[in-house]
């Protein structure tokens, strides 16, 4: 099993491009979600889904968009990037019934 | 809304001096409460998950303990390698409550 896998590990990007954050998981996990990490902030929110098909929103979702057209994959779409989305990204994945989350390895991205 | 607190902040502590981290929680009912650990650079890493106040878990020199209000982490004779951010995680069984709610973390260093 390979996890949860993120793409790419680092990015660099000019204020107003777009870019799309890859995540996928191998374990058949039902809920799959997307966080930022800054300093002194923890984690929070982006958007999260229970199944495909299936997305809503978290605590800080202006800015990105999701789609879930299957089970393992789970991407996160910066449509027109701005110096604020700075952050550190994490994907994570659980199932229904045991809701401990598995984390992938991070995509730090610099919005220049 | 679920709200979880973590404290201190930071901590620093020397080989063998043991300690203990808290983790304050307000949910309308608790479906879990989770602990991850955190090494710079790197996506959180399940720890623990307790379901009912007085349970508790053992994970070499961590031990994880619950009650209605609280859970607290405790590090029995520290070691350098256990230097890491601790994240605490609940979540409530209020309707859509699927993902967890994280606090901010404990960054603790154990100093050799």
């Known amino acids: 099993n390979a996890g949860v896998t993120q793409t790419p590990k680092f990015q660099v990007l000019k204020t107003g491009q777009s870019m799309t954050l890859q995540c996928a998981q191998d374990m058949n996990h039902e809920y799959m979600s997307w966080y930022r990490q800054d300093p002194g902030m923890g984690l929070r929110l982006i958007h999260y889904s229970v199944g495909a098909g299936i997305t809503d929103q978290g605590e800080v979702p202006n800015g990105y968009n999701v789609s879930r057209s299957t089970t393992e994959d789970f991407p996160l779409r910066l449509l027109s990037a701005a110096p604020s989305q700075t952050s550190v990204y994490f994907c994570?994945?659980?199932?229904?019934?045991?809701?401990?989350?598995?984390f992938g390895p991070g995509t730090r991205l610099t919005v220049l | 809304e679920d709200q979880v607190t973590q404290s201190p902040e930071a901590l620093r502590l020397q080989e063998g001096e043991s300690s203990s981290l808290n983790c304050s929680y307000t949910v309308s009912g608790l479906r879990g409460l989770f602990w991850y650990r955190q090494d710079p650079g790197k996506g959180p890493e399940f720890l623990f998950t307790l379901y009912s106040a007085g349970e508790e878990k053992e994970k070499e020199r961590l031990k994880a303990t619950l009650t209605k209000k609280e859970s607290f982490l405790h590090i029995t004779a520290p070691k350098p390698e256990d230097s890491a951010t601790y994240l605490c995680?609940?979540?409530?069984?209020?309707?859509?409550?699927?993902?967890?709610?994280f606090g901010r973390g404990t960054s603790l260093i154990v100093h050799p």
């Open positions: 994570a994945s659980s199932g229904r019934e045991e809701h401990e989350q598995f």
């Open positions: 995680a609940v979540q409530g069984t209020s309707g859509g409550s699927y993902i967890p709610t």
